[in-house]
T-cell receptor, first 109, second 116 residues
Framework: RKEVEQDPGPFNVPEGATVAFNCTYSNSASQSFFWYRQDCRKEPKLLMSVYSSGNEDGRFTAQLNRASQYISLLIRDSKLSDSATYLCVIRTGFQKLVFGTGTRLLVSP | DTGVSQDPRHKITKRGQNVTFRCDPISEHNRLYWYRQTLGQGPEFLTYFQNEAQLEKSRLLSDRFSAERPKGSFSTLEIQRTEQGDSAMYLC??????????????FGQGTRLTVV
């Protein structure tokens, strides 16, 4: 089983829609969780960290479910500019960062 | 610019040649990571350093790959006897070590390697 798994998509949604992605992880000792955004042929950029209590940044909400070992990202009121690949990232203890394969989002007019 | 910088941005090389890439991390970051990414895939871990110590190297990495961070600042990644399968984007990232408040990793723009 992969350490981090994501649905590759693509998720095709119209502008204004709400869309949610999940990411599952296999190591229950994982401690740090992040969502990164990657545009085509660009480097990944940090979107938000994921805290145990959940956190929100504008239209974006991230949640962590330790019991079921997944994190989620919710995007409300999708914009065309949200079209990108969203990468789930975990760290277990003091170890390296492990990336999922990414979920591709396409927002259409 | 105080972000992570990588050099060169693009490299085209003939099969069998050696290539070396450089990464300059954010100055106060003690962790430095190297990843490789191919089209449609997430970044694949290669190796990482804390200060000058190489803490882990991917088991998928052949002996043709070597990385150094001699003074705990910049790092180099060398690929010897390149193969076409080495063609990819090589990404460098840096962060503070876990145990501090903000441990998010920040990426450079990458070096795109094409082996012909």
């Amino acid at each position: 089983r992969k350490e981090v798994e994501q649905d590759p998509g693509p998720f095709n949604v119209p502008e204004g829609a709400t869309v949610a992605f999940n990411c599952t992880y296999s190591n229950s000792a994982s401690q740090s969780f992040f969502w990164y955004r990657q545009d085509c042929r660009k480097e990944p950029k940090l979107l938000m960290s994921v805290y145990s209590s959940g956190n929100e940044d504008g239209r974006f909400t991230a949640q962590l479910n330790r019991a079921s070992q997944y994190i989620s990202l919710l995007i409300r009121d999708s914009k065309l500019s949200d079209s990108a690949t969203y990468l789930c990232v975990i760290r277990t203890g003091f170890q390296k960062l492990v990336f999922g394969t990414g979920t591709r989002l396409l927002v259409s007019p | 610019d105080t972000g992570v910088s990588q050099d060169p941005r693009h490299k085209i090389t003939k099969r069998g040649q050696n290539v070396t890439f450089r990464c300059d991390p954010i100055s106060e970051h003690n962790r430095l990571y190297w990843y490789r990414q191919t089209l449609g895939q997430g970044p694949e871990f290669l190796t990482y350093f804390q200060n000058e110590a190489q803490l882990e190297k991917s088991r998928l990495l052949s002996d043709r790959f070597s990385a150094e961070r001699p003074k705990g600042s910049f790092s180099t990644l060398e690929i010897q006897r390149t193969e076409q399968g080495d063609s990819a984007m090589y990404l460098c990232a840096s962060s503070l070590a876990p145990g501090t408040v903000n441990t998010e990793a920040f990426f450079g723009q990458g070096t795109r390697l094409t082996v012909v």
